[in-house]
């Protein structure tokens, strides 16, 4: 039996509509205690704020750090610690807010790491591409197989790619002076969330 194998590959067009924002709490003091009572404060404050923008379970701690601090003549001069957390915000449109408020309550001992803006509906974009995919398999099959001249048969075989959802991410400065200004918000723009398919048909 003769087969015809062929990638077909499809791609849709989706508009963010959520974001995560990582922020970190960060205080240098002369102890160990100290620098991490003042990490623990701003973490503390920073999860009241975000609770007000999203659920609770959309708020997760990602590292700890605790590192001893030099001074500009390398000398010892106490310690800094760092907590950094990842914050989803489910409406996209109120993530300037959040950053501003987080920046507002917590000032200089917030540090921000970036803002993804990310698709909720990845499954159905999925099957958008997916669809799309299959539909250039075929039209593929079908260019190959009249150029050997032949016809496309049923259907054998169909394994899928690794769908592609990106994040895009919003550069933003680290200064809580800057993060102040951000209730303008985030402009989504759009994204492409692609998926390939390998296809076997017969050739008849």
């Known amino acids: 039996m003769r087969t015809i194998t062929v990638v077909g590959r499809g791609s849709v067009r989706v508009v963010p509509d959520n974001a995560v924002v990582r922020v970190a709490a960060a205080y240098g003091a002369d102890g160990v ?3 991490l009572a ?3 404060s701003a973490v503390e404050a920073l999860g009241k704020v975000a609770r007000t923008y999203t659920d609770e379970n959309r708020i997760a701690s990602q ?3 605790v590192w001893p601090s030099l001074d500009f003549e390398g000398l010892p001069s106490g310690f800094q ?3 950094s957390l990842a914050i989803g915000c489910g409406d996209l449109s109120r993530a300037g807010e959040l950053v501003a408020a987080l920046a507002t309550e917590v000032g200089d001992r917030l540090q921000i790491e970036g803002v993804a803006l990310e698709v909720s509906d990845q499954d159905g974009a999925r099957a958008e591409a997916r669809e799309a995919a299959y539909v250039d398999a075929v039209a593929r099959a079908q260019q190959l197989a009249d150029l050997a ?8 075989m169909v394994s899928e790619g690794v769908a592609h959802v990106p994040s895009l991410v919003a550069d933003t400065a680290s200064s809580a002076a800057y993060a102040s200004k951000m ?3 985030f402009e989504p723009g759009e994204t492409s969330v692609t998926a390939s398919l390998t296809v076997t048909f017969q050739l008849v």
């Open 81 to 83: 610690a760092r907590h």
């Open 149 to 156: 001249g032949a016809k496309v048969g049923e259907l054998q």
């Open 33 to 35: 205690k100290e620098a």
């Open 183 to 185: 209730e303008a918000g």
């Open 63 to 65: 590292e700890l750090t």
């Open 38 to 40: 003042g990490v623990a």
